[in-house]
Each structure stands twice: as C-alpha cells, then as structure tokens.
C-alpha cells in the first residue's frame, strides 16, 4: 500500500457523558480512517497475463493519475495465493462513502473516455465477479526506509459475525488485537494492518488485513501475533471465537499498489 493510505486516521469515535464544558473547549472529533471497495474476479488461469496486461495499460494509468490529484486515497491489486476461489481482485481507498461514488463516476468516465473499449477489454476474462464495501475501523501502517521494497504479502482474515455481536467483536479488537498489532506495525514486524466491517456485499462482515514482505515473513509475523496476543491478552482468542460464526482466510500477492 502507498504511504497515501497511511494518512488514515485511527478511529475510536467515543461517546462521553455530558460534561458542563464551554463548546470552544471540546476536542474536535477525529476523522473517520475512511472507505474501502473491493472488486473481486474469477479468472482462469491462463487469462490471467492477457488480463494484467490489458489492466496496466488501460485502467493504470487513470487511477494512478486520480491518486495523483488527491480524488482516492490509493489503490491496488491482490491476486491469488492461498484461499477461496476470488483469485484476481483490486481495491479503492477513499475518504468516506460520498468520496467513493463519486470517484467511482469520476474513474468510469475516465477510463471510457482514454479508450471506450476498455471495460470490455478488462472484463472479457473475468467469469465471474462480486462488489464489497467497508467501513475502515482501524488502519496503521508505517513508513518506508529509503530504498526498502514495498510490501508484496497480505492476509484477509474473514469472519461472519451476528450484527448484534458486531459492537462486541468492535470492542474486543479495540482492547486487544488493535494494541499488538499496532505495536508490530511500530516496531517494524508488520507493514501495516486494517480492520474493515461491512457496508454493502456479502456476508462476512467483520474482517482485518496484514501486510508483510513476502510469505515466509507473514508466517513468522503470524506466529508473533498470537504468541503477543496470548501473553498480554490471554481471554482474547477464545472471546473473539464465540462471536465468530464461520470463519475463513484468504493469502494474497500484492501486484500493485498506489
């Protein structure tokens, strides 16, 4: 991800007890970390070139230019490592839900304006596909050392949480997950994470992200989360556990990202 993403705001909006103070003297509200869409495409595997070229030179260049002039905050492509069948995929980043419609007119009526053959060109290897939307809960992510390599790894971890166990599930990662994951993005173990719940698509409706190098170092990042986790916060899997319904994980190359 881009350092652009990196401008994301942690959220915690909290509610407090009217207090008799004067109104210049409260604290301004923190801005929400933003909004996330995420494209999801089945393509074969021997389309898949053919797809990433077509992509690159058509639908690059417009979005690389509209993070340029500030419209998204960024954007990327994950494709396919280890998981479910959604193999080739690309995200959006913008402020909040109005930035993302109408960014989205904004990069349609680019994209069919350098080239009106574009979204046929795209899409004609695609078999099948899906649209979700979140609302970003959590983002941290830390800066590059000069000449470091971006990060090309990224677990999504799904969970389908009952809405009524949602502000539960919220609140536990607050206390617990968001404490060591931030400190792993601090201290350097992680490149960044995310945590994203449901706004529009389908049913897993709590979910967090973490990048890495490559896979061998997310294996090694994964393994210190839990043992960071099970030291400081030892309830914390096992709570966590009995609000997720159904759970599952999908490993991701980052192609791209802006």
Not at 38 to 66: I, K, T, Y
Not at 182 to 198: K, P, R, S
């Amino acid at each position: 991800m881009k350092a652009s993403s990196r401008l994301l705001a942690l959220l915690l909006l909290l509610i407090a007890p009217m207090v008799l103070v004067a109104q210049d003297e409260m604290p301004e509200a923190p801005e929400p970390p933003g909004f996330l869409m995420f494209n999801q495409n089945q393509v074969p595997g021997g389309d898949m070139a053919a797809l990433n070229q077509n992509v690159d030179s058509l639908m690059r260049p417009v979005l690389d230019a509209m993070v340029d002039e500030g419209i998204i905050n960024n954007w990327g492509i994950v494709t396919h490592n280890w998981g479910d069948e959604w193999n080739w995929n690309w995200y959006m980043f913008t402020k909040d839900h109005a930035t993302f419609v109408s960014a989205w007119s904004e990069f349609v009526n680019r994209l069919q304006a350098a080239d009106s053959t574009a979204f046929a060109a795209i899409y004609r290897y695609v078999t099948e596909h899906k649209d979700n939307t979140y609302g970003v809960r959590h983002f941290k992510g830390r800066e590059l050392m000069e000449d470091e390599a971006p990060p090309k790894f990224m677990m999504l971890n799904q969970h389908k949480v009952r809405p009524m166990d949602l502000g539960a599930a919220n609140a536990l990662t607050d206390s617990t997950f968001a404490m060591v994951l931030d400190a792993m993005v601090d201290d350097g173990t992680l490149y960044f994470w995310g945590q994203i719940n449901h706004s529009w698509g389908d049913e897993w409706n709590y979910n967090y992200y973490i990048g890495a190098e490559n896979h061998a170092d997310f294996v090694s990042a994964w393994g210190e989360f839990v043992e960071r986790l099970q030291t400081n916060h030892p309830d914390a899997l096992g709570e966590f556990q009995k609000l997720s319904k159904s759970h599952k994980d999908n490993l991701y190359f980052i192609r791209y990202a802006k």
